[in-house]
Nanobody
Framework: QVRLRESGGGLVQAGDSLRLSCETF????????LAWFRQVPGRKREFLAT???????EFADSVKDRFTISRDDDRKTVHLQMNNLKPEDTAVYYC??????????????WGRGTQVTVYP
């Protein structure tokens, strides 16, 4: 069983940066991808980025120029660096572990989320 814990969310001004972190606890991450999604109330969860086992990454077009993802398998963590934040980035951010790619259906373990609020 894997447990996830996100941190690093907060209240920031447009143009600021934030670095979200996700610690994983439990079984090995070998072969699994580590992803970040976000969700606004009333809307479906949105894929942002995934750090693929082996070193590659995929990004949503909407954030690929501003967000980066990195994973540290020794520390069993994944980070999401978010730059030039915009009010429309306001959401609850979740990390997830699984064998999936860009669809949330491909991830079987989720954290509880961390709130990011960006004001103009």
């Amino acid at each position: 069983q894997v447990r996830l814990r996100e941190s690093g969310g907060g209240l920031v001004q447009a143009g600021d940066s934030l670095r979200l972190s996700c610690e994983t606890f439990g079984r090995t991450l070998s072969g699994r991808n580590l992803a970040w999604f976000r969700q606004v109330p009333g809307r479906k969860r949105e894929f942002l980025a995934t750090a693929i086992w082996g070193g590659n990454a995929e990004f949503a077009d909407s954030v690929k120029d501003r967000f980066t993802i990195s994973r540290d398998d020794d520390r069993k963590t994944v980070h999401l660096q978010m730059n030039n934040l915009k009010p429309e980035d306001t959401a609850v951010y979740y990390c997830a572990v699984g064998f999936g790619s860009t669809s949330e259906a491909g991830y079987d373990t989720w954290g509880r989320g961390t709130q990011v609020t960006v004001y103009p």
